[in-house]
Structure formats: C-alpha cells, structure tokens
C-alpha cells in the first residue's frame, strides 16, 4: 500500500515550548491530510483536516491556535503544538487519502509526544 | 454517549482459537465500516472494510454489519501470537475515509 511517513516517532519537550510533527506522504499526493490523537485507552479523535494551499479546518473543541497546520506542498502537512503543556502529551497520527472519493486513507506511525 | 462504543478488553485467547470482536454505534447515517489493527506505538493498518450491511471474508477474517442493530463484528479464525494488538472498528458516513470515527480499541492477546 501507500506510505506516509511521520516524523519525529517521538518528541519530549519542555512545557512552554513548541514541537513539530510532519507528515509526509511518500509515493503519492495528498490534497488532503488527516490529523489525529489517541489518548491512552481512547479512540483515536480527529482533531483537524489539512488542505493543501489553504486553511486548515479544525473540529469542534480543537484550539486552531494552539495546533498550527501548515499543508505547504501536495506531499507534506506539519502540525506544530504552541507553548505546549503536559496535558498536550499524547500520541498524535496523520492519515492521507489515496485519492478522492471512496480511497482507502493510510495511516503515519504516530508520533508519542511527552510535555515535562 | 459516544458514537461508537467498543470494549476495550483486554481479551486474552489461546493460539487457535477464534478471536469474536465488535462495536456498537448510534448514527444511523454511518455507511462505511471498517477494521483496523493498530500494534504498540505505531498507526493503524486497514484490515476490512464494509460498506453497508452485510458479511466480507478475508483468509481468516470475517466482517459483518447489520446496519439494523448498529452492531459490526469481526472474526479472527485460527488466531496466531502474531494477532496480539489493539483492533479498532471505524466508521464513516461519507466515503471520504479521512473522517472516520474510531472506537477505543479493543486489545487482543493470543497465547501460545
């Protein structure tokens, strides 16, 4: 299947500061990409949808914010976490549809992020 | 009340043994299910997907919706060790497969 590649695999950063996460896809475009995050023992719950040359759109209860967005290319979408605190650890996954319509939608490895 | 409930086990079973998961949900508007397998720190991997009501087989997996109940089961037949992980039902009303609402996981543990 499609690879998408997530990077860093892990982060642990000091409350206050800011982390970067990218996503990339790696043998196909994505218009579209999907940011998710998985508490312990929870689903996994979408927090944003990137569009490529414009805005994100986040879902409901999601801080726009704090969760920077940025789909610069059709092959890559970061999510930056602002002045971040450890309530914010969590791990957090991207997922980027084959095509449009009914594609299957591939998943990153995840990223763990510790805020101490 | 969440839109799809799903037990999070764990459940444990021995090597061979059938491995019966499912979930629940409470939008009617759902039409497309599916069955991911997510190991240890890593993303999910597709399994199965389902779109309506209805059973699908794959080697030793089985999908079924009954759109009805609310209410999809996967069937894992002759369980190995290497089935141990967290499986997730998805769902989604559109068939744009970014928007998916996940249950929580159910962990599944297979004994030699």
């Known amino acids: 299947g499609a690879v998408v590649s997530q990077h860093p695999s892990w982060v642990i950063c000091k409350s206050g500061t800011s982390v970067k996460i990218e996503c990339r896809s790696l043998?196909?475009?994505?218009?579209?990409m999907f940011w998710y995050r998985q508490f312990p023992k929870q689903s996994l719950m979408l927090m944003a949808t990137s569009n490529e040359g414009s805005k994100a759109t986040y879902e409901q209860g999601v801080e726009k914010d704090k969760f920077l967005i940025n789909h610069a290319s059709l092959t890559l979408s970061t999510l930056t976490v602002t002045s971040a605190h450890p309530e914010d650890s969590s791990f957090y996954i991207c997922?980027?549809?084959?095509?449009?319509?009914?594609?299957?939608?591939?998943f990153g490895q995840g990223t763990r992020l510790t805020v101490v | 009340q969440k839109e799809v409930e799903q037990d999070p086990g764990p459940l444990s079973v021995p090597e061979g043994a059938i491995v019966s998961l499912n979930c629940t949900y409470s939008?009617?508007?759902?039409?497309?299910f599916m069955w991911y397998r997510q190991y240890s720190r890593k993303g999910p991997e597709l399994l199965m997907y389902t779109y309506s009501s209805g059973n699908k087989e794959d080697g030793r997996f089985t999908a079924q919706v009954d759109k009805s109940s609310k209410y999809i089961s996967l069937f894992i037949r002759d369980s190995q060790p290497s089935d141990s992980a967290t499986y997730l039902c998805?769902?989604?009303?559109?068939?744009?497969?970014?928007?998916?609402?996940f249950g929580a996981g159910t962990q599944v543990v297979v004994t030699p």
């Open positions: 043998d196909f475009q994505a218009t579209t």
């Open positions: 998805a769902m989604s009303v559109t068939d744009s497969w970014g928007k998916l609402q």
């Open positions: 939008n009617s508007a759902f039409q497309y």
């Open positions: 997922s980027a549809p084959l095509g449009t319509g009914n594609t299957e939608a591939f």
